[in-house]
């Protein structure tokens, strides 16, 4: 076990020493990365200040709790009715169908309630401070068919922190340390335990950073809205121009180097080919699914894809000659968040080159010429192209 570890550390090693020590591209890679680096201390300290106040936020909340335990909780009925609706809105799903009532610290309930929900909400209102008695007058109801204050409205159900999708500061930071904790245990010990430890320890340190449900960091999350992100840049050109060029998808890779390359398949379906960690390339089929010319383009992969995505691109006039360009685009990278994280840092993720995409774009409407792939491009080559390829 010693000798594997050891031979995977050595290779990790020399993996990474090729990879930034590269005589074409490893100066920019180190540059990178160094940005990222920084970029990610600045951010964990800021979570560490966050960290700090909502532990003192804790710590006052829990000592106002122990506090009140020893207090009489008589209080006006009106402020006692507030009470009581803001814990029931948190646990049924029409709360606007109930209607509170108190007198003397009694608590009346009078309304509609869904069957399943209705012990619940019971305890939960006898625990609420202040309520001496509760006189239940709710009718409870198994199904919502045919009765309107039953209609719509979302079920509701509390949560534990660990269950949430976003973690609060604090529970990030005492998790990432466990995880740190069980990792560095994993690798010196032997033995089941210690490869159970140092699974729990990695599923820990990758929530606490990604603050991603556990399958969306792993990559097992249905969909493509795992990462998503926007990007946004003004070029000096009409939106026709602007269109044309990004409506032709096999001009695309002419300018966008993460692109290898881009097959028009008919029928607003196409065969596209990145480029992807290490230089392995990775490929999916897409298909428009809105397209307003000078105005919207809108595309998603197909089911069996690679790589799940969506996007939509906006092309709006500023009234001065310009173009707005705005990308939404979402993904799901094979390796979860956790993998977009780890790409992110060397700047291979799809934000970071979409980043240099967009400033190649702009480059080449309004200066006419950029460069992709170590070769000048320029605009009236491409439109040559674009119009051969559209006939």
Same mark, same amino acid.
């Given at each position: 076990?010693?000798?594997?570890?050891?031979?995977?550390?050595?290779?990790?090693?020399? $993996?990474?020493?090729?990879?930034?020590?590269?005589?074409?591209?490893?100066?920019?890679?180190?540059?990178?990365?160094?940005?990222?680096?920084?970029?990610?201390?600045?951010?964990?300290?800021?979570?560490?200040?966050?960290?700090?106040?909502?532990?003192?936020?804790?710590? @006052?909340?829990?000592?106002?709790?122990?506090?009140?335990?020893?207090?009489?909780?008589?209080?006006?009925?009106?402020?006692?009715?507030?009470?009581?609706?803001?814990?029931?809105?948190?646990?049924?799903?029409?709360?606007?169908?109930?209607?509170?009532?108190?007198?003397?610290?009694?608590?009346?309930?009078?309304?509609?309630?869904?069957?399943?929900?209705?012990?619940?909400?019971?305890?939960?209102?006898?625990?609420?401070?202040?309520?001496?008695?509760?006189?239940?007058?709710?009718?409870?109801?198994?199904?919502?068919?045919?009765?309107?204050?039953?209609?719509?409205?979302?079920?509701?159900?509390?949560?534990?922190?660990?269950?949430?999708?976003?973690?609060?500061?604090?529970?990030?930071?005492? =998790?990432?340390?466990?995880?740190?904790?069980?990792?560095?245990?994993?690798?010196?010990?032997?033995?089941?335990?210690?490869?159970?430890?140092?699974?729990?320890?990695?599923?820990?340190?990758?929530?606490?950073?990604?603050?991603?449900?556990?399958?969306?960091?792993?990559?097992? $999350?249905?969909? $493509?809205?795992?990462?998503?992100?926007?990007?946004?840049? @003004?070029?000096? $050109?009409?939106?026709?121009?602007?269109?044309?060029?990004?409506?032709?998808?096999?001009?695309?890779?002419?300018?966008?180097?993460?692109?290898?390359?881009?097959?028009?398949?008919?029928?607003?379906?196409?065969?596209? +080919?990145?480029?992807?960690?290490?230089?392995?390339?990775?490929?999916?089929?897409?298909?428009?699914?809105?397209?307003?010319?000078?105005?919207?383009?809108?595309?998603?992969?197909?089911?069996?894809?690679?790589?799940?995505?969506?996007?939509?691109?906006?092309?709006?006039?500023?009234?001065?000659?310009?173009?707005? +360009?705005?990308?939404?685009?979402?993904?799901?990278?094979? =390796?979860?968040?956790?993998?977009?994280?780890?790409?992110?840092?060397?700047?291979?993720?799809?934000?970071?080159?979409?980043?240099?995409?967009?400033?190649?774009?702009?480059?080449?409407?309004? @200066?006419?010429?950029?460069?992709?792939?170590?070769?000048?491009?320029?605009?009236?080559?491409?439109?040559?192209?674009?119009?051969?390829?559209?006939?």
């Amino acid at each position: 076990m010693n000798a594997v570890k050891i031979a995977a550390s050595g290779f990790a090693a020399g $993996a990474a020493w090729m990879y930034f020590t590269d005589p074409d591209r490893g100066k920019r890679r180190r540059a990178l990365a160094r940005d990222r680096s920084v970029r990610m201390w600045n951010d964990f300290n800021c979570l560490l200040d966050k960290a700090q106040r909502d532990t003192m936020h804790r710590a @006052h909340g829990a000592a106002c709790a122990v506090r009140a335990a020893f207090q009489d909780h008589r209080t006006d009925d009106a402020i006692l009715v507030e009470r009581v609706r803001s814990r029931m809105g948190r646990l049924v799903s029409h709360p606007h169908s109930i209607s509170v009532t108190a007198e003397n610290g009694k608590i009346t309930l009078k309304g509609l309630v869904l069957e399943d929900e209705l012990s619940h909400l019971l305890a939960a209102v006898r625990s609420v401070p202040g309520v001496m008695e509760l006189d239940n007058k709710l009718e409870a109801h198994s199904s919502t068919e045919h009765i309107s204050g039953l209609q719509g409205g979302n079920r509701r159900q509390e949560r534990s922190e660990f269950t949430q999708q976003d973690w609060t500061p604090a529970l990030r930071i005492a =998790a990432g340390a466990l995880g740190c904790a069980l990792i560095p245990y994993s690798i010196r010990k032997n033995g089941v335990v210690a490869a159970a430890g140092g699974v729990m320890g990695a599923a820990l340190l990758g929530r606490a950073i990604c603050n991603k449900e556990l399958r969306n960091v792993v990559g097992m $999350a249905d969909g $493509a809205k795992v990462v998503a992100f926007d990007k946004a840049i @003004h070029i000096q $050109a009409l939106p026709e121009e602007v269109f044309q060029l990004w409506s032709n998808c096999e001009m695309l890779p002419r300018f966008m180097t993460h692109l290898k390359e881009v097959r028009d398949m008919g029928n607003g379906k196409s065969h596209w +080919v990145v480029e992807g960690p290490a230089g392995i390339p990775v490929s999916w089929d897409a298909e428009v699914t809105n397209c307003i010319p000078n105005k919207l383009l809108s595309w998603k992969s197909l089911p069996g894809s690679t790589v799940e995505t969506e996007g939509t691109v906006r092309f709006e006039e500023d009234g001065h000659g310009g173009t707005r +360009v705005g990308v939404r685009m979402c993904y799901k990278p094979p =390796a979860g968040v956790l993998g977009h994280y780890f790409a992110s840092l060397f700047g291979m993720d799809p934000k970071s080159e979409m980043d240099d995409d967009m400033v190649r774009l702009k480059s080449l409407m309004e @200066h006419g010429k950029t460069r992709a792939h170590g070769v000048k491009v320029d605009k009236g080559s491409l439109m040559t192209f674009g119009r051969i390829g559209i006939a």
